[in-house]
């Protein structure tokens, strides 16, 4: 079974900067490695959205209102994945989930989320 544990999340005025971080402590490196990492949010009253990916080649992408403001990324060694969030706005306000596809069965895996509340 995949475990995903999420923390960093917390509440900050906007144009602060917070960081959440993914593990994945039953990951084999190889595998954590193989697979695609994302960070999503859902923000009150809205539909889950993709905020930034990491794609086993490397490749990043974001979300067009966050892009330039936030950065994913993963340190292969401590199994874990990164959300660097800078220049926060309220509009960021909401739960943001880890997420990651397996390369091998491309099953999905998700955390169990942190609030991220910015205010005003």
């Known amino acids: 079974q995949v475990q995903l544990v999420e923390s960093g999340g917390g509440l900050v005025q906007a144009g602060g900067s917070l960081r959440l971080s993914c593990k994945a402590p039953t990951m084999i490196t190889s595998t954590f490695n193989g697979n695609t990492w994302a960070w999503y949010r859902q923000g009150p009253g809205k539909q889950r959205e993709l905020v930034a990916s990491f794609s086993s080649d490397g490749r990043t992408n974001y979300l067009d209102s966050v892009r330039g403001r936030f950065t994913i990324s993963r340190d292969s060694t401590r199994k874990m994945v990164y959300l660097q969030m800078n220049i926060l706005v309220v509009e960021d306000t909401g739960v943001y989930y880890c997420?990651?596809?397996?390369?091998?069965?491309?099953?999905?895996?998700w955390g169990q989320g942190t609030q991220v509340t910015v205010s005003s």
């Open positions: 997420n990651t596809r397996m390369r091998s069965t491309n099953a999905e895996y």
